[in-house]
């Protein structure tokens, strides 16, 4: 539940749910350099919170934190319209959040997801004179070609912001959606591919983790390699068969380079038991510490030589962060995407025209025991 109001209504507000978001809210406050509240919404992983906790007694300077519950996520076989229902409650509780917060204008309203429907009506509900959004990945890109032009945006569909599937529930409750901001900032790792592509109402406010990187120690390792697992299997984006060959394959051909030790990094999405096993099959030391990889990175006593990904926006931050490690992506075969393959063909173009230093690694056949 939210926290007791206790603070004015002149402070800019940022919204955040994800660990990356928040660390990018720390960013931005950084470079904005004015007090703000803090609203932190639910995420759907549910280890998120407890990672932002540990970011937020770490770093970041708040007036206030208020706490919101992430939108439900019912049984999947639960009625649509009890889902409804439970969605019309939700949202009833964020005009409450909304009025909480005051109405009076702030000078920015920061926020971390485009997609995300609760960050949405809070932005929505709320007087400001800029919004700003922050990176929540290289999902960035997408949103800024949704605002210059929903018809040729990747995925369209991710930024359908309605919240009902019943037309009892759209009756009743009203469908409502969030309306698109007048104008958005980009806080962003990602302006010199955006350069030239916003909206003309929009902006660009670049930047590349300056807060984050002070004092960050150097030392890199000869040979080792993180490979950055994905939640490809968990999300039935491919084939838990067709992810672990693709896995095994990457590893093979990184060690016929003579690369390791390999480190994997599962995805916070990722089933423990399966990235267990998918380690043990490819003879990698399994690491997993809940942080975002990327602080992960800053805080190793010993950096890798190599960060090797599927296709993860850590490809992006972590060269944000050091334009001197050599990052990989292991090359997907046809067939490999069975779903949301728009998505994540526009997140490797992201990947490939944000780093032109970008390896590309052609699976080697492996074993699948």
């Not at 992960?296 to 010993?302: G, I, P, Q, R, T």
Request: with cysteine; glycine share 8%.
């Amino acid at each position: 539940m939210a926290e007791p109001d206790r603070g004015g209504e002149d402070a800019d507000i940022v919204i955040a749910s994800s660990p990356l978001q928040y660390m990018n809210a720390v960013e931005q406050r950084a470079s904005a350099g004015r007090p703000a509240d803090l609203v932190l919404i639910g995420d759907r992983h549910a280890a998120a919170g407890s990672t932002i906790e540990a970011l937020l007694a770490r770093k970041g300077s708040w007036r206030r934190v208020v706490r919101h519950p992430r939108r439900p996520r019912p049984p999947r076989l639960a009625p649509r319209l009890v889902k409804d229902a439970l969605d019309a409650a939700h949202r009833a509780s964020l005009e409450r959040l909304a009025r909480r917060l005051g109405s009076g204008r702030r000078r920015q309203v920061v926020f971390g997801d485009y997609r995300n429907v609760s960050q949405r009506v809070l932005v929505d509900r709320l007087a400001f004179d800029e919004a700003v959004l922050l990176d929540d990945g290289s999902v960035t890109p997408q949103a800024a070609a949704w605002r210059a032009d929903p018809l040729r945006a990747p995925e369209p569909g991710q930024f359908d912001l309605g919240w009902f599937r019943t037309a009892l529930a759209r009756s009743v409750f009203g469908e409502r959606p969030p309306s698109e901001p007048p104008s958005v900032t980009f806080f962003t790792i990602y302006g010199p591919i955006l350069s030239g592509r916003l909206a003309p109402q929009d902006r660009l406010a670049p930047h590349g983790y300056e807060a984050w990187r002070s004092g960050a120690g150097t030392a890199r390792s000869r040979g080792e390699v993180w490979l950055l697992g994905a939640d490809h299997a968990q999300a039935g984006i491919c084939s838990q068969e067709d992810y672990k060959r693709l896995v095994l394959g990457a590893v093979e051909a990184l060690r016929l380079e003579g690369r390791g030790p390999i480190v994997y990094r599962p995805h916070r999405g990722e089933s423990a038991a399966k990235a267990r096993a998918l380690a043990e099959a490819g003879g990698m030391r399994l690491v997993r510490t809940g942080a975002p990889v990327e602080l992960d990175y800053l805080d190793a006593a010993e950096r890798p030589a190599s960060v090797v990904v599927v296709a993860s926006s850590a490809a992006d931050t972590l060269a944000a962060l050091d334009p001197e490690l050599e990052i990989g992506r292991i090359a997907l075969p046809s067939g490999y995407l069975r779903r949301r393959a728009e998505h994540i063909s526009a997140v490797i173009a992201a990947h490939d025209a944000f780093n032109p230093r970008l390896r590309v690694i052609t699976p080697a056949v492996a074993s699948d025991s």
